[in-house]
Structures are given as structure tokens and as C-alpha cells.
């Protein structure tokens, strides 16, 4: 099959949380069995840098000119994935097509993904606002040789040009929402115009509507989809990562953590990630003696001031990594707060090995790779009961399940792991079975092809 996703942010943009990275690995695992699959994505790396950087220091690389690059793309290097531009090498300036200002062509490990600008990047990561000129005139060109399209994401200005263009040529259609159905989490009065204009023509049209659990199925039913449209498809999970796990010890040791429990949040900081809720908890921990250090890494998602000045106030000593700057190991380890940034590859993996309990207090969350990325290296997990997966966790007995909201139950909750660490391994072991069985990335691929293929028949 030829395949179209059209996504707003794509590799290497982690910035942007799970998507990119969840869309990534099921491209990259369609043309492992033998589908052609490209990708119309934006340029967009993170709030000041735009995706093209990357590629440009690969070129220079090349040719032996090597530049300093920001700790994302540094970051990016640890994928092994092979980035091959399709421009032609030399390409000076008065030779340029009248597309090169529009957007640029690469290939990465067998995806071939068109990157259009976006005419403002600071409106694209602070107000998810993608404006890509070019972006209708390219699509109808690449529909005329595509079989069917996969919209990531939902209230998008790519996705209305998609739907108009898919109805125009007939061209069938799923989308995968990703949690964003409900207008929460800011811009409520724009969600609600879009949806009036435009989202329920593009969710009444595409012949599939992608659900990754039963929460995500209850929004589309509220949404008035009948339910033998919808599909539930958990997001996979590349199992391969995790073959090869780092020494554990190594990030305790980089940063000098001594030996005191480490407490992980990992995601997006954001409000309704709830990491105000945790920071209280594990204020709470700290006055009851327990000797511990909390460990929240993730880009900034407008909410880290907000967290800083909570952390103040609870008497906690905090510490910065992502500033750039200098930082002495005996200031990391008087520290009870650490941000680390964002984190990727091997230093994402070594975190992960290294903490002794993840959390994830979200007001509100689809899914969360995060959570059994943790238990693929070995860590528990404790997740609060409005997290999408949490009824399969409760189920499995994998995790730990706490209230919403719920500072005391947190932590309590947090307290039982620490202090009851074989319990805690029992549930990971448990996890881990769960996973490869039901969440491999092999397997929910094939789910997603047997969708396709019908929405063809």
C-alpha cells in the first residue's frame, strides 16, 4: 500500500511529547513490512528552532565543516536513524526552485517525509497554530498516487486541507486524534469554532476513527460517532530499545544522586500533567524524613515557572540542568528538585533505569508510552486513574493506581514502593509481560494495516 500520514510535528521533534515519537515508529515499522509511507509534516523542531537545522548539520558533517547544535538534536543522534536529504548537493541561491522557500524533501530510514515551513514557529509550538503555505497545492499532487491517509492529531489546519482534498479525489481517510477530542487544556473557544466549521465534516467523512483506549472511544461517542467506526489501536511499542538497556548507576553517577530514592516524572511540563500535585507530595515525603529527590524531565510546556515557584515555597532546594550552564556536582546533589530538560535515547533510557519509582499525576491523559517505557526498564509505576491506560494497569496489576487530584494518596502511594521494593519488581515483571504481548509494536502495526486494507475494500 502507499501510505500518507500528515502529522504537524515530526523527527526529530520530541518537544512536542509522544505523538511524533508514537507516529514515528509505526511508519518506520509499515516500510519494515513492505509499505510505501511518506509523511507531510512541518518544520517545526521546538519553540525557537525549526527541523531544517538538523539536516544542515548533517550536510556540514559531511563535509567535514562540524557545528555546535542544541542538546535536542544532539539527542537525536542517539536514534541511529539515517537522515538522506533530497535536494541536490549543490544548491546556490539563484538556482533555487520556487518550492525551496515552501518546504524540503528527506528520507529517514526509509520514510519519505516532505517538511513545509511554517510561517510563524513561535505560534506553531506556543498555540499549536500550523500555517504552511504550499502545504494544499503539494497534497493534491501526492494523492493522485496514494492509496489512503492517515490524519495524526484532529484540529488541524492540514487536516481540513485533507479532508476537502480526500473528498474531492475520493480518497479514504482515518484519523487518530490522540487524546485532543476534548476541548480542555486551553484555546477551549477556538476548539469549539473549529469543530463547528470544520472537525465534525472531518470526523463524519473518514471511514475510520483511531481510539488508542476506551476512554479515547468514549470521546468519539460523545462526539456523536456511532461506535462500528471506531477502532481501538493502543500506540506500539518498539521492543528493540530496550534490548541493550544502559549500566544501571550511570545517571546516578553523572550527576552525583548518592544514594536517596529517585522520584521521575517524565513528559511534557504542562499543568494538566499534574506535576504541582507531585511536587506537594513529595514535599510532604521530604518532612516526614523520607531521603529523596525528585527528577522532573520533559521540555517546558508553559508550566515550569509555575512549578518553580511551588517548589520554593514548599522550602525545596531546585536546581535547573537545562539553562546550559555550568553546574557543579555537589550543587545537582544538594538539590531536592532536579530539571533535567528534555531527555532522548540513551540518556532517556539511563534515567529511566536509574529512578525507583515513575509518576504520572495527570489530570488528564489519552496514553502514556512513558508509563511502560518504565516498566521496560525495570521501574514501577504510579499513575493517576484519569490516565487512559490506568483501568488496563489496575487490571494487570502492573502499576499502582491513585486518585485524581489526590496529594495524599499519592503519596502514600509512593511510600508503598519505596518501601516495599519486591512488591513493586512483581508488578514490573507483570508489565513486562503485558507489553510484548499486547502493546509490541510488530503486532499493533498489523492492527493498524488490517484497518487500512478495509477502509479500502
Known sequence: ????????????????????RVVFDLCRELVNQGHDVTVYTTDSLDKKDRIKKAFSYQE??????????????????????ALHTCAPKRAPMRRRTPHSALYFDAEVEGIKVRYFRNVSNYLAFTQKLFL???????????????DIVHLQEYRTLQNVSAWKTCREGKIPYV????????????????KELFDRVFGHNILRDAKKLIAVSELEKRQYQEFGIEEEKIEIVPNGINLSQFDSLPEKGSFRKKYNLDDRSVILFLG????????????DA????RREGIECKLIIAGPDDGFK?????????????????????????KEVSRADVIFTGLVSGEEKLSLLVDADVTVLPSRFEIFSLVLFESLMCGTPIVVSETCGVASMIHEAGVGYIIKAEDRKD????????LDNSEKAKFSVERGRMLIKERLNLNTVTQRMIYIYKSCLS
Open 60 to 81: 556540514s558533517a559531511i563535509s567535514g565543516q562540524r557545528s555546535a547544535i542544541s542538546d535536542q538534536l544532539s539527542a537525536v543522534s542517539h536514534q541511529n536513524s
Open 1 to 20: 500500500m502507499k501510505i500518507l500520514h500528515i502529522i504537524p510535528y515530526f523527527y526529530p521533534a520530541w518537544t512536542y511529547g509522544g505523538t511524533p
Open 410 to 417: 499519592l503519596k502514600e502511594r509512593i511510600q508503598e514502593v
Open 132 to 146: 504552511t503555505p504550499g502545504f494544499s497545492s503539494s497534497l493534491r499532487d501526492v494523492l493522485k498516487n496514494t
Open 282 to 285: 513529595f514535599a510532604e515525603l
Open 305 to 329: 515557572r509555575e512549578c518553580g515557584m511551588r517548589i520554593a515555597d514548599c522550602g525545596l532546594k531546585q536546581i535547573d540542568l537545562s539553562t546550559g550552564e555550568e553546574m557543579g556536582k
Open 175 to 190: 484519523l487518530s486524534a490522540h487524546g485532543a477530542i476534548l476541548s480542555i487544556a486551553g484555546r477551549e473557544r477556538r
Open 268 to 279: 511534557r511540563i504542562h499543568r494538566i500533567k499534574g506535576i504541582d500535585i507531585l511536587i
